[in-house]
């Protein structure tokens, strides 16, 4: 049973997915929030009976699973909305991370939290010792967007400032790893985390 949790969380395109396999890669257990948010809202699920609740049917597709992709739509440009669909799924996001972190059998565990940043940061996760960061600049972020998803430099600029700002991610930051693109370096980054951390959650 893990007792000391590691918050990771970045920008979009940053390298937070890279960074997780590294930590796994050494024998250590990430609770990913991405999967527990495709998994609270799978049919039978009362997170997707309170979406459908709040948003109207016209959230599902003809299978009775949800739109993601509808529902994304819905709420991307629509402040209330999105918070309405936040306070639906993130307390059971946060308990779900919390739940799995504490299962862990690795010396740590880490949380990985997209919208860590957004969510209320430390106030909504006071079970977090320490914050990770992983960070890129923007126009490293926009690059790897475009060439990921296949879309074009207004719409990568447009999901790049639907997120926190850059600054309000690093305030938040106990540690912050670079990602330029440099898996040599990652990967030494990472070595040098794991190492503090083990020997944190021993003390803790």
């Keep these: 049973m893990s007792d000391y949790f590691i918050g990771l969380t970045g920008g979009i395109a940053s390298g937070k997915s890279a960074l997780e396999r590294e930590f796994v890669a050494r024998g250590i257990f ?32 003809a299978d009775g699973r949800l739109d993601r992709a509808g529902l994304r739509a819905l709420v991307f440009g629509d402040k209330p909305a999105r918070r309405a669909l936040e306070a639906i799924l993130h307390p059971i996001i946060r308990a779900r991370l919390h739940e799995q972190c504490r299962a862990a059998a690795s010396a740590y565990a880490i949380a990985a939290i997209p919208l860590l940043t957004e969510g209320g940061g430390r106030d909504a996760y006071p079970w977090l010792d320490r914050i990770l960061v992983v960070d890129a600049l923007p126009a490293t972020q926009k690059a790897r967007l475009m060439q990921r998803d296949g879309i074009d430099d207004a719409l990568a600029e447009k999901m790049i400032a639907a997120q926190a700002a850059r600054a309000q991610r690093l305030a938040i930051a106990d540690d912050i790893v670079v990602n330029d693109g440099d898996l040599s370096r990652l990967g030494a980054a990472v070595d040098e985390l794991d190492a503090r951390y083990r020997a944190l959650s021993k003390r803790a």
Excluded at 33 to 52: H, K, N, S, T, Y
Aim: aromatic residues 4%.
């Design 30 to 61: 990430v609770a990913d929030a991405d999967l527990i948010a495709r998994q609270i809202v799978e049919p039978g699920q009362p997170a997707l009976e309170a979406v459908v609740a709040h948003f109207g049917a016209s959230v599902l597709a």
